[in-house]
T-cell receptor, first 111, second 115 residues
């Protein structure tokens, strides 16, 4: 399966700290995306990074991609209690028909 | 508002019953997807459809069926052959497949419980 894996599975930090989560995947990809899921809700798109990009920023989010290691990281700076959620990476392979989701990182930001 | 609507939000199924989860989108997207999510787990693909009247099995299609008679609708039937159907079901859509750099939009999900 192409399904990726996020690391760590769970992360608990204090408000104002930075949160870093990692995603590893198995095969060559066209792009990698990060999504957020609040408990019991659907997923919401955060950011997309293409296979020819190494780093991308969006507000307090910073994503890196290392295709040689088949890994990506998501950094959330100056975290807030409202950032508490599960975060998933999703990859799209070259055939382009499917999105493959990782197992998710559960982030808790303590006020 | 544009988006994806799933219904019902909560559904209870008796053993041996078939149930159908509704998914409607008004985003004019070609591709639609059904995922299953078990508590504390990631998303597993059940079925996906790239175009009307066509769909493909995902990783865990056994015990499920779908139809795509209209562009905006992609209902999922959980049949009695699905032995462990209790889960959170997510419908999603995208303008085209993931390899084209498109993002995927999700509905709010449906909780199915077997009683």
């Amino acid at each position: 399966s192409q399904q990726g894996e996020e690391d760590p599975q769970a992360l608990s930090i204090q408000e104002g700290e930075n949160a870093t989560m990692n995603c590893s995947y198995k095969t060559s990809i066209n792009n990698l995306q990060w999504y957020r899921q609040n408990s019991g809700r659907g997923l919401v798109h955060l950011i997309l990074i293409r296979s020819n990009e190494r780093e991308k920023h969006s507000g307090r989010l910073r994503v890196t991609l290392d295709t040689s290691k088949k890994s990506s990281s998501l950094l959330i700076t100056a975290s807030r209690a409202a950032d508490t959620a599960s975060y998933f990476c999703a990859t799209a392979v070259n055939t382009g028909n499917q999105f493959y989701f990782g197992t998710g990182t559960s982030l808790t930001v303590i006020p | 508002d544009g988006g994806i609507t799933q219904s019902p939000k909560y559904l209870f199924r008796k053993e041996g019953q078939n149930v159908t989860l509704s998914c409607e989108q008004n985003l004019n997207h070609d591709a639609m997807y059904w995922y299953r999510q078990d508590p504390g787990q990631g998303l597993r693909l059940i079925y996906y459809s790239q175009i009307v009247n066509d769909f493909q099995k995902g990783d865990i299609a056994e015990g499920y069926s779908v139809s795509r008679e209209k562009k905006e609708s992609f209902p999922l039937t959980v049949t009695s052959a699905q032995k462990n159907p209790t889960a959170f079901y997510l419908c999603a859509s995208s303008s085209r497949g993931g390899g084209s750099g498109n993002t995927i939009y999700f509905g709010e999900g449906s909780w199915l419980t077997v009683v």
